[in-house]
């Protein structure tokens, strides 16, 4: 008897096909295996009763890092094969095996870089099957050493035994190398190359420990390295760099060195050791050596370990935390070239250590946060992308998404999946339109997908927008931001279509249907159309654009509005906040707002925390951090008028009245329990006049911990159930997700 099984998923560059090879031999049978642009397929012969223990045993002992979507069989009359056999893989058919993320150095492999007698001592590239670089050195599928930059890296005899020996960890293992037939280091500074290999990985942490900064080539780009703890160094990335305030993330060398400096949950644990490694914004503890302008305006740190052979190495030998940034201009995407890093040299960095496996695409490190016993992404990128979001149900077509402005990503989706790409970033300049573009072409043609419909947001202005009108013509849909906000969460939710839930979009900045700018939206929706059933009653933006760094602007706008004198309020340059009220009167570029998001930043404009900002959403999240220092339990009151509009006035009045009475932290807590409050209450109403009982939960402002931590358990008291983010960001980094479903079924 013949078994021959069609395997899609998660099945190359994890060992997948040396798994099968010996399996197959442990139970005698015959065949064959191999990589297709399906997946995997196998033909195995022999007694029918080892046929369906190989069968059972596929899915029961499949390596840890795969993931089958789908196992399709059947069996066939005996073909006569007498031995099993890796085939080499075959190109036909329709694309439906899944690109795998870069995958953290695994333990076997840690142990072999550090141990002297192995001959892989100190080699800053070393892997298997189950760690290594898999998506950001892919060119195309089928996923085999000629189809990705390790093409040009001829194995040497001990490698390449290793590759096809069935019982070495390596077989197969397509990024294999040595010191011998492998990338290797090289170090860069003013005066030229002054090192490689070993030499230059010491000469690296001598410059660390003499204050300097670096970029290092990783993944998916070159990282800004320098000491943690050195705060004359930290400064002087920030003034390099051109970023003022924005927390940087820290690398440290193990789990135990990043409880000395933050504390470390369960579930934080498991997040930071994950084979994602991502990013995790913990709190951080006090009285640490940790240089204060690492996280200027917040009590947290985003750490996260080393993940690739290079970084082990590098901090095992430094010994202190570094600084392990994006090595670009900030707004820029990240660099990846060898000659781009080199060129910095002098401006931007001291000294480059580079090497020679190239990048096939840019991708930034992900970035998680743990909430309500919950790991909500924030920035989905490295790790995890480009895994597919897996739908409960089939699209009607293929379908491109093009995602919105800010913290961009596009997607491309067929049948029951969606693949987002990595994290592009804000689209807000030429670099960043290339990486775009870059993008699309690259996932079209990495998932060989042909789009029946592209999907983009309504904003006329976005550059996506336009780009899905210049190319797409007749194929172009337009989704509105806060749906597909709503649509993402239901989807990673597996809601069914045809099912309504009642949605809370809450974020800066997304067009609506009447012209305005939306952001305090609830909807009651489902996968094709949506009701705005209430909304934050509109305030005017003096200045559009411009009231986003400049929050005053928006606390002006409020306070005129309840003919306060903003002079007595904020302390802002008088004349300015003259120019801002004429603007607010004369209506002079003031678009209408809904939105939650800016409402948080007028509230911390007037309670003098930020009037002015230097990143995105700086003064709600130094709100959040001040609020976090309160217990108070009193809250603010939002009044649900029957016009569907929430008046926030009665807030900002109680906000005025209390600043002689409470703390900055009281007060700043008062506000999120109004909102949390308001999300209750307007649940209440649509559920008692609808009769829905799910609540979707998306946008920025459900990055704040204080608001779900609250809303989660109040909701599910009150017998609702409520959803949020796990799989994308609730950001709008996650919107992408909600255009392709969006499209799919429309």
């Not at 695994?106 to 590239?125: A, I, T, V």
């Not at 004429?582 to 925390?609: H, Q, T, W, Y």
């Not at 016009?643 to 900055?664: A, H, Q, T, Y």
């Not at 829905?692 to 939960?697: D, G, L, S």
Request: charged share 25%.
């Amino acid at each position: 008897m013949r078994l021959k099984l069609f395997i899609t998923g998660l099945v190359q560059g994890v060992g997948f096909r040396p798994f099968v090879y010996r399996l197959a031999k442990e139970l005698g049978l015959k065949g064959y295996v191999l990589n297709s642009e399906t997946g995997v397929i196998v033909e195995v012969e022999g007694d029918d009763s080892r046929l369906k223990e190989f069968l059972l045993r596929i899915q029961n002992e499949k390596p840890p890092a795969s993931r089958i979507f789908s196992l399709e069989y059947k069996f066939l009359e005996p073909a006569g094969y007498t031995d099993f056999e890796i085939k080499k893989s075959k190109k036909s058919g329709e694309l439906k095996v899944s690109v795998l993320p870069d995958l953290a150095t695994c333990e076997e492999c840690l142990k072999e870089l550090f141990d002297p007698n192995n001959r892989r001592f100190r080699y800053p590239f070393i892997n298997c099957t189950n760690c290594g670089p898999r998506f950001t050195i892919i060119l195309s599928l089928p996923y085999d050493r000629p189809n990705t930059t390790m093409r040009k890296f001829k194995m040497c005899p001990e490698c390449y035994r290793e590759y096809t020996d069935p019982s070495d960890r390596r077989f197969h293992a397509q990024p294999n190398a040595c010191p011998v037939c492998g990338p290797h280091v090289e170090l860069y500074t003013e005066k030229g190359k002054v090192a490689e290999g070993d030499e230059a990985l010491k000469l690296v942490v001598d410059m660390l420990k003499q204050g300097k900064i670096l970029s290092v080539k990783g993944l998916g780009g070159f990282h800004l390295i320098c000491d943690a703890t050195n705060e004359e160094t930290v400064k002087e990335l920030r003034r390099r760099k051109r970023r003022e305030e924005k927390p940087f993330a820290v690398m440290f060398r193990d789990i135990n060195q990043v409880r000395e400096y933050a504390e470390v949950s369960e579930l934080e644990e498991i997040a930071l050791s994950s084979v994602e490694t991502p990013i995790v914004i913990l709190d951080r503890k006090n009285g640490t050596d940790l240089a204060p302008s690492v996280s200027p305006d917040t009590d947290t740190v985003g750490a996260f370990l080393p993940y690739t052979p290079l970084h082990h190495l590098i901090l095992r030998d430094f010994g202190k935390p570094i600084v392990a940034t994006s090595c670009n201009l900030t707004d820029e995407p990240m660099v990846v070239e060898n000659s781009e890093a080199v060129s910095l040299i002098g401006e931007l960095t001291d000294g480059a250590l580079v090497h020679n496996r190239d990048i096939a695409r840019r991708c930034d490190d992900s970035v998680v946060t743990v909430m309500a016993g919950k790991v909500v992404p924030i920035r989905r990128s490295r790790g995890y992308a480009p895994l597919p979001v897996l739908l409960p149900f089939s699209l009607k077509r293929s379908v491109l998404a093009l995602g919105v402005h800010m913290k961009c990503t596009v997607a491309v989706a067929k049948d029951e999946k969606v693949y987002l790409s990595q994290h592009i970033g804000d689209v807000d300049n030429l670099k960043a339109e290339e990486f775009f573009k870059e993008t699309v072409e690259d996932f079209l043609r990495l998932f060989d997908v042909e789009p029946e419909v592209v999907v983009c947001d309504r904003h006329p202005g976005y550059f996506s927008t336009k780009f899905g009108e210049k190319l797409f013509g007749e194929r172009l849909r337009k989704v509105y931001h806060h749906h597909a906000h709503v649509i993402s969460v239901m989807a990673e939710n597996e809601i069914l279509p045809g099912e309504k839930v009642i949605g809370l979009a809450f974020d800066g900045t997304g067009y609506g249907a009447d012209g305005t700018i939306w952001g305090g939206e609830v909807l009651v929706a489902d996968y094709l159309c949506f009701d705005r059933v209430f909304h934050l009653l509109p305030f005017k933006l003096p200045g559009g654009d411009r009231a986003v760094k400049e929050p005053y602007r928006v606390a002006v706008s409020l306070l005129e509005e309840l003919g306060v004198n903003p002079d007595t309020v904020l302390g802002t340059d008088k004349k300015k906040i003259l120019f801002v009220r004429e603007m607010v009167r004369k209506g002079v570029n003031s678009p209408l707002s809904s939105s939650m998001g800016r409402l948080f930043d007028a509230v911390s404009a007037i309670l003098g925390l930020k009037e002015v900002v230097s990143y995105h959403a700086q003064g709600a999240i130094v709100l959040e951090q001040v609020a976090g220092k309160s217990g108070f339990e009193g809250s603010y009151r939002f009044e649900v008028l029957d016009d569907g509009n929430i008046d926030w006035r009665p807030v900002i009045e109680e906000i005025l009245r209390d600043k002689s009475k409470l703390s900055v932290s009281d007060i700043a807590m008062k506000f999120h329990n109004a909102v949390v409050n308001l999300c209750l209450t307007v649940a209440d109403r649509v559920r008692e006049e609808k009769g829905i009982n799910t609540v979707a939960m998306s946008g920025g402002v459900f990055q704040n911990r204080i608001l779900v931590e609250k809303l989660l358990p109040s909701f599910v008291e009150r017998g609702f159930k409520p959803l949020i983010h796990q799989i994308v960001p609730p950001n709008d980094g996650g919107i992408s997700l909600g255009q392709a479903v969006y499209g799919g079924l429309c």
